[in-house]
């Protein structure tokens, strides 16, 4: 056979068309006889338009790399279909459906007489045939011309949705959103004059980002940072915090928390600080004894004597026991 062998084409794989919800549509199989195991071969394509909208096709036979994979199979490489796929713009419009007629050459040049209509689509809205093009499927949206099945998500806002049966040419709010939850502990504990740091524990059902806020009626003095409640304590016994949350679609949830003062149980001046390993707000405390004293609550007064040396009553340190030279008398 000539590489000057021009190659007869009969019929793409899928008829010709591919779903772009399926795949790139970047190749095709052609079905046809006297393909050439040639470097050379090349794949033809011309664009045209499919539906009315703002593509372009370009103007000029493109030529792409062809690969004979069998005696009677080539693929054919095809330029990026416009057909966008997860993807919404509010201004500039969509292309749900663009076409490619197809030829292929075994040395380059001399092209198949027949050529094939190939054409990609978003099946999601569009139903099509190479025939008779493509048609807008009834349930379904068509937003600034980009395709969405019946209850997909707006790609750049999680809170609109395709509800055909509510509105097919915009986004419908979503319906199924559930409300932030607030765990159920709503009594915490706090130290007079602490600056209690209190993590509101609130989840969204779904998932999305929540924000806390502080309603009329809270401490003026508290306010919020990253849904933790900062407030200087103030020696009320029992404080009311009125709590909002919003989730990311602005469904609301509302709680009333109360901060009720416990005596710090330090003794001899000792000073409470959060117990490290429990939640703040629970209640529970460590001492910060002031020097002299230990113990859980600082009620052990420390006999300095014990653990010092002491010469003639006088506190001392050995700072190094081969060098009995040195000793540092406290006074
Ligand atoms: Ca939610």
Same mark, same amino acid.
Request: proline content about 7%; charged content about 15%.
């Given at each position: 056979?000539? @590489?000057?062998? @021009?190659?007869? @084409? ?65 693929? !054919?490489?095809?330029?990026? $279909?416009?057909?966008? #796929? ?47 093009? !493509?048609?807008?499927?009834?349930? $379904? ?33 979503? #319906? ?73 679609? #602005? ?35 460590? !001492?910060? !004894? ?23 009553? @006088? ?17």
């Amino acid at each position: 056979m000539s @590489i000057y062998q @021009i190659p007869t @084409i009969s019929r793409l794989q899928g008829d010709g068309l591919c779903d772009r919800r399926k795949r790139p549509c970047r190749k095709v199989t052609v079905f046809g006889t006297d393909f050439l195991n040639s470097t050379n071969m090349t794949c033809h394509v011309k664009e045209f338009k499919v539906v009315n909208g703002p593509w372009t096709p370009n103007n000029t036979q493109l030529r792409f790399p062809g690969i004979m994979t069998d005696l009677v199979l080539a693929d !054919c490489y095809l330029p990026e $279909s416009p057909v966008a #796929q997860g993807y919404f713009h509010e201004t500039n419009e969509g292309t749900p459906a663009a076409g490619l007629m197809i030829s292929v050459s075994n040395d380059g040049e001399h092209i198949s007489y027949k050529n094939l209509t190939f054409i990609s689509y978003d099946s999601a809205c569009m139903s099509c045939s190479v025939s008779s093009g !493509c048609f807008l499927k009834n349930n $379904s949206c068509f937003i600034n011309r980009y395709c969405f099945a019946p209850n997909e998500t707006n790609p750049i806002d999680w809170c609109y949705e395709c509800l055909p049966e509510v509105n097919t040419k915009a986004w419908t709010k979503r #319906q199924a959103n559930l409300p932030p939850k607030f765990s159920p502990t709503t009594e915490y504990f706090a130290v007079y004059q602490e600056t209690l740091e209190l993590t509101i524990d609130v989840v969204d059902p779904e998932g999305m980002p929540v924000t806390v806020s502080l309603l009329d009626g809270s401490p003026n003095t508290a306010f919020v940072r990253d849904n933790v409640i900062i407030w200087n304590v103030t020696n009320d016994a029992k404080t009311q915090f009125f709590l909002k949350a919003t989730d990311a679609c #602005q469904a609301t949830s509302f709680v009333n928390i109360t901060v009720a003062l416990v005596v710090c149980p330090c003794q001899n001046n000792g000073s409470c600080a959060p117990h490290p390993n429990k939640p703040r707000g629970s209640g529970f405390y460590e !001492c910060n !004894c002031v020097p002299g004293f230990t113990g859980d609550k600082c009620g052990t007064n420390i006999d300095e004597c014990q653990s010092y040396p002491c010469v003639r009553g @006088i506190i001392s340190n050995f700072d190094d026991l081969s060098n009995v030279g040195h000793l540092y008398v406290y006074m």
